[in-house]
């Protein structure tokens, strides 16, 4: 189990429909990639976050799936459009099976 | 295609100057609209070192790195600060006590990062912001000491700097710490390793100028603590003081030692002026 995993999340409050909002997102995570070894030559086994997605009411925004090259604190930028009002929801998915959720609403 | 080419080769030709110059830039740095003190004139103590301007660290950064430090929620030094804010509310110790027990919210923090590391008359000696959240954890809340360049102490510390984010670095130099001070003016003159390097020999005479593929700069420590994209964590006023005299090739003193409390007191004292900026992005 990686320990302080915290997610963030940066949405607009509001935005008028059919607009491009930017969405920043970012995860703290050692993302470790199953490559390094430790003091006594032992591999260090792989803890990543393997997958991110988001979710606009219920419709996919992004579906990411992630690799071990990837480093520290992932971060993810990106813009969509909102067409009504709703509710952001981003998952991020963990190697040891551990689902990280946060939810943003944004008004119209 | 060759024609591309040499275009782009005579682009390169004639930003190269520009791009590749080793000195502070122009920009001016605002972190979510708040405007910071970057550059300033040095403080009267300065006179002799020929320098007549103060600039931090951040001047000599690419823009990409620079604007990192501009969006809080593009510092990656803010996660710290969250996990800081969780361990200030955790209960910890014989006195179950937290931060806030005493404390109440961060925000009573507000100035304090600025005037450390500062007398205590109590103790008397010189305290290091560092070694006053140890002072409270062992004392009021009878918890353990963090390790002095730990993640934690680094967590905590920039919490307590956020709150006073902009405000002017403003350490006393005279009263009580005047000898320390002169003991830190000290071994910032010394030139320490193989390598015979003083602090000033590189942040003194040769800011703006290039160390291998890097550039100097002043060696300002207002931004501290710092997070380094190279470690991808936040580093300590004495870890960094720590990782440049290795770099001369010598024996280091140790984090938290009373040298090194000397030289932070002296260097933060060369910084009066400038804003406060930590956590600060690096490279």
């Known amino acids: 189990m990686a320990s302080g995993v915290k997610p963030r999340v940066k949405v607009p409050k509001s935005a008028s429909a059919g607009d491009a909002i930017t969405i920043k997102t970012l995860i703290s995570h050692p993302m470790e990639s199953g490559q390094r070894k430790d003091g006594d030559g032992n591999p260090i086994p792989r803890s990543i976050i393997n997958r991110f997605t988001c979710e606009f009411n219920g419709q996919s925004v992004v579906d990411v799936k992630m690799e071990p090259a990837i480093s520290t604190n992932p971060y993810f930028e990106f813009e969509a459009t909102v067409p009504e009002a709703g509710e952001f929801a981003f998952t991020w998915y963990d190697d040891d099976g551990s689902v990280y959720n946060e939810n943003k609403a944004i008004t119209v | 295609m060759k024609y591309k080419a040499m275009t782009a080769f005579a682009a390169l030709a004639i930003s190269a100057p520009i791009a590749f110059a080793g000195g502070a830039d122009d920009?001016?740095?605002?972190?979510?609209g708040q405007e910071m003190i970057t550059k300033t004139a040095a403080p009267a103590h300065m006179e002799e070192t020929g320098i007549d301007t103060i600039i931090s660290g951040w001047h000599f950064r690419e823009d990409d790195t620079q604007s990192m430090q501009a969006d809080t929620f593009d510092n990656p030094g803010m996660i710290a600060v969250d996990q800081a804010m969780d361990a200030w509310n955790t209960v910890e110790g014989s006195a179950?006590?937290?931060?806030?027990?005493?404390?109440?919210?961060?925000?009573?923090?507000?100035?304090?990062?600025?005037?450390?590391?500062?007398?205590?008359?109590?103790?008397?000696?010189?305290?290091?912001?560092?070694?006053?959240?140890?002072?409270?954890?062992?004392?009021?809340?009878?918890?353990?000491a963090y390790k002095y360049d730990s993640g934690p102490m680094a967590a905590m510390e920039a919490l307590i700097a956020v709150q006073s984010r902009g405000m002017p670095v403003n350490v006393a130099i005279d009263g009580p710490v005047a000898e320390t001070w002169e003991k830190g003016k000290e071994l910032y003159y010394t030139r320490t390793g193989q390598l015979e390097l003083s602090c000033a020999s590189c942040h003194e005479e040769n800011y703006g100028n290039y160390i291998r593929a890097d550039h100097l700069s002043q060696g300002q420590i207002n931004g501290f603590p710092t997070y380094r994209l190279k470690n991808a964590k936040l580093n300590t006023v004495h870890g960094r003081f720590k990782g440049c005299v290795r770099d001369t090739r010598a024996e280091t003193y140790s984090p938290g030692s009373p040298e090194f409390v000397a030289l932070e007191l002296y260097v933060a004292s060369r910084g009066n002026g400038l804003s406060v900026e930590g956590p600060s992005v690096r490279n």
């Open chain 2, 96 to 144: 179950e006590k937290s931060c806030a027990s005493c404390h109440e919210g961060p925000e009573s923090m507000q100035g304090v990062r600025a005037v450390y590391p500062k007398w205590n008359e109590e103790a008397g000696e010189v305290r290091t912001l560092a070694m006053q959240i140890n002072d409270c954890r062992t004392n009021q809340m009878g918890a353990d």
């Open chain 2, 27 to 32: 920009d001016t740095l605002a972190i979510d």
